[in-house]
């Protein structure tokens, strides 16, 4: 996705009088904005990265030109500059990556997804959606961001935003959003897939798996493929109604399924689980509670499976009630090598992108963005994610450093 997007010429002036912030918050802001080729793009940079850190409550252009910078006509500049400027997000995010990169040690990646009510028509990408975690249709965009995530902590390092055919598809809308050329309507799969292979060509994390939360319906199957195509191993949760194929190396017979068929994971790990208790082992979640997990081979069925191909053996991992052994959770993944319990470590990761995801948008104004731009929208993301990484991986907290400001 290119960043190079043309805004008008009133954005080339922006009045720079604002104090640096001091400290560990001037030399994060330095080492992250150095791609930005102007010295004013910078400035502003800093000073909107500032507001997100210290400003209470609703993180709006205004409500920050109101805390953060004295002078009269830094709400214009902010808003110039984040919703006309034409400074490449990308370089920024790539900077902000291998800053991260480098905190935490141990990392692999994830997957997170926001969801930004709106009202009225008119902010890019958005449109009533039904929310698969509540339920709800609302009027939002929805967001789809890509994590390092450690043992310990999880951090934002870049963003997709969904785009349906009403507006990819659409000459005047994506003239007025200015959505940059090429940019077109994608399911969620490809959004990330195009992230992990983005960060892959930084070569900031080496060969670390891809862990994601798809049970709330996202197509597991072609990213897999994607990912498997890139020799990039996966943790992936689905829902239990994705069809698998059961069968592969280890596979007990009689499985109660038409032979070659696919079946829903729940309806297969409960079979096993009731006919095969030897493929049955406990193990213990974070907090030391035990388990049982069922390990079994299946193989995906994606949109070009027809019986008689054959496609990647992968190993499914269904986490089962102590209690009714009723299937609870459940996960394809590559990692056919691994411990289980390794899996189920890395699996749970996603429990910290999600924790990460609720405090981006109830403390970093992740949600607050109130232009109307495809550009704006993904400066405002980057400038969230840069005050995220500040705040959880550099020493001091940023109100200390921008107290003086």
Request: glycine share 10%; hydrophobic share 40%.
């Amino acid at each position: 996705m290119s960043a190079a997007v043309s805004a008008p010429s009133s954005a080339t002036t922006l009045p720079v009088e604002e104090p640096p912030a001091p400290g560990g918050l001037s030399r994060f802001a330095e080492e992250v904005f150095a791609p930005l080729p102007r010295s004013d793009q910078r400035r502003w940079a800093e000073v909107y990265l500032c507001g997100l850190l210290t400003v209470p409550g609703k993180k709006t252009i205004r409500s920050m030109a109101r805390g953060i910078a004295p002078c009269a006509a830094a709400a214009h500049a902010l808003q110039q500059f984040i919703s006309a400027s034409p400074w490449d997000w990308l370089g920024v995010r790539e900077a902000l990556a291998r800053a991260a990169a480098g905190r935490l040690p141990e990392h692999v990646w994830t997957v997170g997804t926001t969801v930004i009510e709106k009202r009225g028509e008119h902010s890019v990408g958005v449109r009533r959606r039904t929310v698969a975690e509540t339920g709800r249709t609302v009027n939002c965009q929805v967001g789809v961001g890509l994590f390092l995530t450690s043992a310990q902590e999880s951090v934002p390092v870049g963003w997709r935003l969904l785009l349906d055919g009403t507006w990819a598809g659409d000459p005047a809308r994506r003239r007025r959003a200015r959505i940059p050329e090429g940019t077109g309507a994608e399911p969620a799969w490809a959004h990330v897939a195009e992230l992990t292979d983005r960060l892959a060509e930084l070569r900031v994390s080496g060969q670390v798996p891809l862990v994601a939360d798809l049970s709330a319906g996202v197509e597991p199957a072609e990213l897999a493929a994607r990912l498997g195509a890139r020799r990039r191993d996966f943790v992936l949760e689905i829902a239990p109604d994705r069809p698998v194929l059961p069968g592969g190396p280890g596979m007990p017979g009689g499985t109660a399924v038409p032979d070659g068929q696919p079946v829903g994971v729940e309806r297969l790990t409960a079979y096993l689980a009731a006919r095969h208790p030897q493929l049955l082992s406990t193990e213990r979640r974070g907090g030391g509670r035990p388990v049982d997990v069922l390990c079994t081979p299946v193989r995906l069925p994606g949109p070009e499976y027809a019986p008689g191909r054959a496609a990647p053996v992968h190993r499914l991992v269904a986490e089962l009630s102590p209690r009714s052994r009723r299937p609870a959770r459940y996960w394809i993944t590559s990692l056919r090598r691994h411990r289980t319990a390794e899996v189920l470590a890395l699996a749970r990761r996603s429990a910290l992108t999600g924790a990460a995801v609720q405090r981006l948008q109830n403390d970093y104004g992740l949600r607050d963005f109130e232009g109307r731009s495809f550009p704006g929208w993904h400066h405002h993301m980057t400038l969230a994610s840069a005050a995220y990484v500040y705040r959880r991986l550099y020493e001091g907290a940023g109100a200390a450093y921008c107290a003086a400001a």
